[in-house]
């Protein structure tokens, strides 16, 4: 492995921080506080071409590879995590149509996404979390159409979007064996947004219910065949789950450097609290947390640019850097005492952004099984 970035990566990375500088740190607290996006972000994200980054080069995208995905993540889950999770559900949303699409499939998917536009992912259900084999949606046949009926939750994106990669189970009570993947435009008669969700973090982000009845999908807009959606969804998170890694990363960061500077300034008992040992071992401990998990990220985008197994090190990317950013977030508020708990500063929002990093795209809990799993079988 090569931990000399190319020029091009660099300037990615130099780029996404002077768009995050500009459009998006400026505003993190006030989007949070609002509990959405600035009206006209997704836009300028666009101008940057920060919204189509997984769109190969035939398609009209960048085709970056993960590792420059990656440093641009970092730099947006420094800024607002609400905002990389924004961006990233555009990416969650595309693998699918990467790795399965056909090339009329792909031409329609990406040139909504290339158009400025939001895609959504919609596997979780009120019954279907980590359990994917419980999803309840089904998908009736009927002539060369398909019928979807069911009800997703926790959708990211979900009332922003304008194209959609649905999960649906076209085999009653078959589990993950009927497990069928669909691309739906929004436009489509039956298919309606529900609640939007009041989040305890990332709240700059969307977050909505779907709500699908009697919804027509055409046999064409199939992603694979039938039955082949759980394959579709776990290859999928595992594309995605070395990306939920840099955001945590970002997170961790962004929080490590408020509790650095904070300590510098913060006089107490004559002298900074930089200067007592309890302090500087915290510090030094969330130092040694945030490259142990970068290094780990970079590692598993290593891997897949490289076109070698990458399963287990995603996984271990996604748990170890959200476990890491939960800590160095905690941390933070605790070296801000009062202060860190309040929401005029930064570090409470951190925190509560870095939790759900821990939860989505497959928790830690199942993150560690997956691990389990490719050591011992």
């Known amino acids: 492995m090569d931990f ?17 500088a500009k459009e998006i740190t400026p505003y ?9 996006i600035k009206p006209d972000l997704i836009k300028k994200l666009d101008e940057a071409g ?10 009209d995208g960048p085709g970056l590879d993960a590792l420059s995905i990656a440093l641009i993540y970092e730099e947006l889950g420094k800024a607002c995590a609400g905002v990389a999770t924004t961006i990233a559900a555009n990416a969650l949303a595309s693998y699918p149509v990467i790795l ?28 279907a979390g980590s359990d994917a084999g419980a999803v309840a949606t089904t998908a009736n046949k009927d002539g060369d159409h398909y019928l979807l009926n069911g ?6 994106n979900g009332g922003m979007a304008d194209i959609y990669v649905i999960f649906a189970n076209t085999r009653k009570s078959a589990g993950i064996r009927g497990l069928t993947a669909f691309m739906v435009d929004r436009n489509t008669p039956g298919f309606s947004v529900g609640k939007e969700e009041d989040k305890m973090g990332i709240r700059a982000s969307n977050t909505c219910e779907l709500i699908l009845d009697n919804v027509r999908v055409p046999e064409t807009n199939r992603l694979g065949r039938e039955g082949e959606g759980f394959k579709i969804a776990m290859k999928t998170l595992d594309a995605a789950r070395p990306l939920v890694g840099a955001v945590s990363v970002g997170i961790a960061q962004a929080a490590f450097e ?6 510098k300034e913060r006089v107490q008992f004559g002298k900074p609290i930089a200067s007592f040992q309890l302090v500087q071992a915290m510090i030094a401990d969330m130092a040694m947390s945030i490259e142990s998990a970068r ?29 890491a950013a939960m800590q160095v977030t905690t941390n933070a508020v605790q070296i801000l005492g009062g202060y860190g708990y309040i929401k005029e500063y930064p570090a409470e929002k951190y925190m509560r952004d870095a939790k759900i990093m821990q939860i989505y795209e497959g928790t830690n809990q199942i993150q560690r099984l997956v691990i389990a799993n490719q050591i011992l079988y």
């Open 4 to 20: 000399n970035f190319t020029p091009d990566q660099l300037a990615l990375k130099k780029m996404a921080q002077d768009v995050a």
């Open 295 to 323: 290094l780990l990220v970079y590692r598993a985008c290593w891997l897949k640019d490289a076109g070698l197994p990458f399963a287990k090190e995603a996984a271990m990317a996604k748990c170890y850097a959200s476990d």
């Open 151 to 156: 009800t997703k939750c926790f959708i990211t």
């Open 50 to 59: 920060l919204i189509n980054l997984v769109v190969p080069e035939e398609y």
């Open 258 to 263: 408020t509790a650095v500077k904070y300590s």
């Open 100 to 127: 399965m699409g056909n090339e009329e499939q792909k031409k329609h998917f990406f040139e909504v996404i290339n158009s400025g536009k939001l895609a959504a992912f919609a596997l979780t259900e009120p019954g």
């Open 28 to 36: 993190a607290l006030e989007m949070d506080h609002k509990g959405e």
